[in-house]
């Protein structure tokens, strides 16, 4: 059985970092596309990065470019995703998810997503 297990959250000021870890049993993410999206209370869910496969190409939402960097951990069988210079706007709760078919041309497309995690809160405030 396939699950996803998010981990790293909490809360931070605005300006500070945060490592978030999706973990995987059942499947090897290395071979894997994953994605991360989060939900802010009251706003649609959103793509925020994501890892494919096939080109080892990485996936960047606007406005955490430069901020956000996703990482496989192959011998750990997870996917970081790191973030700094943290917003009150990057409020979520931050979920992990894996793909089968390929990211592009829509990486965000949270329908194209099988398995997700159960989320981690992230709460930037002062």
């Known amino acids: 059985q396939v699950q996803l297990v998010e981990s790293g959250g909490g809360l931070v000021q605005p300006g500070g970092s945060l490592t978030l870890s999706c973990a995987a049993s059942?499947?090897?993410?290395?071979?894997?596309?994953i994605g991360w999206f989060r939900q802010a209370p009251g706003k649609e869910r959103e793509g925020v990065s994501a890892?494919?496969?096939?080109?080892?190409?990485?996936y960047y939402e606007g406005s955490v470019k430069g901020r956000f960097n996703i990482l496989r951990d192959n011998a750990k069988n997870t996917v970081t995703l790191q973030m700094i210079l943290l917003k009150p706007k990057d409020t979520a709760v931050y979920y992990c998810?894996?793909?089968?078919?390929?990211?592009?041309?829509?990486?965000?497309?949270?329908?194209?997503?099988?398995?997700w995690g159960q989320g981690t809160q992230v709460t930037v405030s002062s």
């Open positions: 998810a894996e793909r089968r078919s390929d990211l592009w041309p829509t990486p965000w497309e949270g329908s194209e997503y099988d398995y």
């Open positions: 890892i494919s496969v096939r080109d080892r190409g990485t």
């Open positions: 059942g499947l090897d993410l290395e071979n894997i596309n």
